[in-house]
Every structure is written in C-alpha cells, then in structure tokens.
T-cell receptor
Framework: DAMVIQNPRYQVTQFGKPVTLSCSQTLNHNVMYWYQQKSSQAPKLLFHYYDKDFNNEADTPDNFQSRRPNTSFCFLDIRSPGLGDAAMYLC????????????FGPGTRLLVL | GENVEQHPSTLSVQEGDSAVIKCTYSDSASNYFPWYKQELGKRPQLIIDIRSNVGEKKDQRIAVTLNKTAKHFSLHITETQPEDSAVYFCAASPDGGSQGNLIFGKGTKLSVKP
C-alpha cells in the first residue's frame, strides 16, 4: 500500500563521504520533490522534477544533486556532506504542479559524523 | 518571493476544546493552501487543502477558511482529541502554482491535554 517509499530510513555517513538517498513511487505522478527538514523547522524545498525537467531552488547548495532515471525513481546525491547537512530528507510526489496535492514519503534521517 | 507566517508557534488546549491556527501569506497570486500534520519522527500528512476560488472547506472535525482580500487562512479543529497532538504546517503555492513549490509556515506544535 505504500505510495511513496524512501530508502534507507536512516543513513549514517562520514564528513565528506558521498551519499545517495532513494525515493520511489507507485502513484505514477509526474512531479517528484526533495525537501530538507531540520529539527523543529518546516520542510524546505531543494529541487523538483516535472517528468525529466529538473528545477533547482535558487538557494540549494551545489553540494546537492538529483537524478530521475524514470517516472518511479528519484535520487538525492550529496557530494560532500557537511555536519550542517544532517537532517530529515523528505521525498514527495504530485500529479502536476500548482494546485496538485503533494504526498510525502516517510523520510530518510541523515546523520553526518 | 512568497512569505508565509504562522501563529501561534505552540498551542495547548484541553481535550474537547477547539483549536485555531492562523497563517498569512504575501503573494496575492498564491492559489493553493494545504495543511499538513506531522507527528514526531513521521512524514507530513495532508489533512485538508483549499483553493483560492473557495472560502471555506470542512472535513468532519477539521475546517479551513480563506480570506483572499486579507491574505490569510486558518485551520480550525473542533472537539480536539489527544491524537490531534502534532505539529501542523500551513503552506502556500506561489506564482499561481506555476513554479510547483510550496512555501511552508514555521509550524504550530499543538498539545491536547486529556
């Protein structure tokens, strides 16, 4: 029944060691989003894909990259994680842009040592 | 750009009482306003949403009102229960939704005391 799936649920990495987080969806939605949520803060959008079109938020650091090889999967790559990148990373999907409802995955909690 | 302000940051009510959370937005082109509930360590879950062509929407104990002129919208929870305790986020979709992003408020931690 899971509609937006994220793996792993918890990820521990070392300072500067590249890490990849995974998201998949069974909803066949056109749009996939990646959000960063730090403790006691609101989710902050990093970027989104509308089909294969990539849209980066202006203030998203270059350290964060994303790939969407097909409709179902989207990856978040952190090239050189810093201590400040420790957070919950949430994937979300929607059918379209604008007024379309966004559905969130369970998140991956990233710890940087 | 769009800015969403949310108040209060914390709210404590007695079980059975009503709770109201208010948000204001700055972009008059915003046209979609969802509310999310997030329990500790869990995903944000959409509980209700409203589009700019509607002034009020209700779903059982939850209702949302929108005042486009004043650029504010509110979440109303009636007959609160302990399981309503969570952080609630409002959001707005700026630029008429053309950019696809949601701008979130900072959240309200609701505590419902038995």
């Amino acid at each position: 029944d899971a509609m937006v799936i994220q793996n792993p649920r918890y990820q521990v990495t070392q300072f500067g060691k590249p890490v990849t987080l995974s998201c998949s969806q069974t909803l066949n939605h056109n749009v996939m989003y990646w959000y960063q949520q730090k403790s006691s803060q609101a989710p902050k959008l990093l970027f989104h894909y509308y089909d294969k079109d990539f849209n980066n938020e202006a203030d998203t650091p270059d350290n964060f990259q994303s790939r969407r090889p097909n409709t179902s999967f989207c990856f978040l790559d952190i090239r050189s994680p810093g201590l400040g990148d420790a957070a919950m990373y949430l994937c979300a999907t929607s059918r379209g842009l604008g007024v379309s409802r966004q559905y969130f995955g369970p998140g991956t909690r990233l710890l940087v040592l | 750009g769009e800015n969403v302000e949310q108040h209060p940051s914390t709210l404590s009510v007695q079980e059975g009482d009503s709770a109201v959370i208010k948000c204001t937005y700055s972009d008059s082109a915003s046209n979609y306003f969802p509310w999310y509930k997030q329990e500790l360590g869990k995903r944000p879950q959409l509980i209700i949403d409203i589009r700019s062509n509607v002034g009020e929407k209700k779903d059982q104990r939850i209702a949302v009102t929108l005042n486009k002129t004043a650029k504010h919208f509110s979440l109303h929870i009636t007959e609160t229960q302990p399981e309503d305790s969570a952080v609630y986020f409002c959001a707005a979709s700026p630029d008429g939704g053309s950019q696809g992003n949601l701008i979130f408020g900072k959240g309200t931690k609701l505590s419902v005391k038995p």
